[in-house]
T-cell receptor, first 113, second 114 residues
Framework: DVKVTQSSRYLVKRTGEKVFLECVQD?????MFWYRQDPGLGLRLIYF???????EKGDIPEGYSVSREKKERFSLILESASTNQTSMYLC????????????FGPGTRLTVT | GENVEQHPSTLSVQEGDSAVIKCTYS??????FPWYKQELGKRPQLIID?????GEKKDQRIAVTLNKTAKHFSLHITETQPEDSAVYFC?????????????FGKGTLLTVNP
C-alpha cells in the first residue's frame, strides 16, 4: 500500500519567515509533485520532480522553491512567506513507465499571519 | 499549456439518482484522463481513469466516457448513495516533455441527499 506522508497537518507561520514543507513516499516512485488547493480553484501544480535533483516549474511557482536530494523526499520551500500563501498544500507521487496514478499525502494546512 | 474546464461546480441529487460531471480540455495530444474523489478533510484518491485509445470505461456504479474529437470527457455515477458525497476533480495529462504532469479542473461538489 502506497504511503505518502507530510511533515505537518497544520502549520502557522509569520509573514517573512522561511517555511519548509516535507513530503516522504515509501514506494520508490520517480515522480513527486507539490500542489496547493484553494476553494474554487482546484489543485494547482507548484513544482514537480521526475528524478533526484531534477525539478520543473508547474503553473504557479512564484514564491516557492523545491529540493529533492533523495528519491523518497521532496521539500517545498517558501523563501519568505506571505499571507497570500495561506493555503492547503498537497504532495503527491507517481511511478514513471506508463503508470500515471498520483498518490496524495494528507495535506498541510498552512496559515501565514 | 493544458487547460481543463469542469462543470458544474456544485451538483445536488437525490439518493438513487444518477450524477454526471463534465470536463473539457484544450490540448488535443492529451492522452490520460483520471477522476479523483476527495471526501471532506481527506486526501484526493483516484476512482477511475481512461486513456485516449478507449472511449468508455466502467467500474461498478461509475463510468467515464471520452470524446477525443470534441475534447471532452464525463464522469457518470449511477444509483448514487450518501457516501458518494464529495468533491470530484477531473484531470488531463498533456503531451510532450512533461508526461507525468496533470492539469486539474476546479472540482465539483456532489451532494447526495438521503
Amino acid at each position: 500500500d502506497v504511503k505518502v506522508t507530510q511533515s505537518s497537518r497544520y502549520l502557522v507561520k509569520r509573514t517573512g519567515e522561511k517555511v519548509f514543507l516535507e513530503c516522504v513516499q515509501d514506494m520508490d516512485h520517480e515522480n513527486m509533485f507539490w500542489y496547493r488547493q484553494d476553494p474554487g480553484l482546484g489543485l494547482r501544480l507548484i513544482y514537480f520532480s521526475y528524478d533526484v535533483k531534477m525539478k520543473e516549474k508547474g503553473d504557479i511557482p512564484e514564491g516557492y522553491s523545491v529540493s529533492r536530494e533523495k528519491k523518497e523526499r521532496f521539500s517545498l520551500i517558501l523563501e519568505s512567506a506571505s499571507t497570500n500563501q495561506t493555503s492547503m498544500y498537497l504532495c503527491a507521487s507517481s511511478l514513471a513507465r506508463g503508470r500515471y496514478e498520483q498518490y496524495f499525502g494528507p495535506g498541510t494546512r498552512l496559515t501565514v499571519t | 499549456g493544458e487547460n481543463v474546464e469542469q462543470h458544474p461546480s456544485t451538483l445536488s441529487v437525490q439518493e438513487g439518482d444518477s450524477a454526471v460531471i463534465k470536463c473539457t480540455y484544450s490540448d488535443s495530444a492529451s492522452n490520460y484522463f483520471p477522476w479523483y474523489k476527495q471526501e471532506l478533510g481527506k486526501r484526493p484518491q483516484l476512482i477511475i481513469d481512461i486513456r485516449s485509445n478507449v472511449g468508455e470505461k466502467k467500474d461498478q456504479r461509475i463510468a467515464v466516457t471520452l470524446n477525443k474529437t470534441a475534447k471532452h470527457f464525463s464522469l457518470h455515477i449511477t444509483e448514487t448513495q450518501p457516501e458518494d458525497s464529495a468533491v470530484y476533480f477531473c484531470a488531463a495529462m498533456g503531451s510532450g516533455g512533461s508526461n507525468y504532469k496533470l492539469t486539474f479542473g476546479k472540482g465539483t461538489l456532489l451532494t447526495v441527499n438521503p
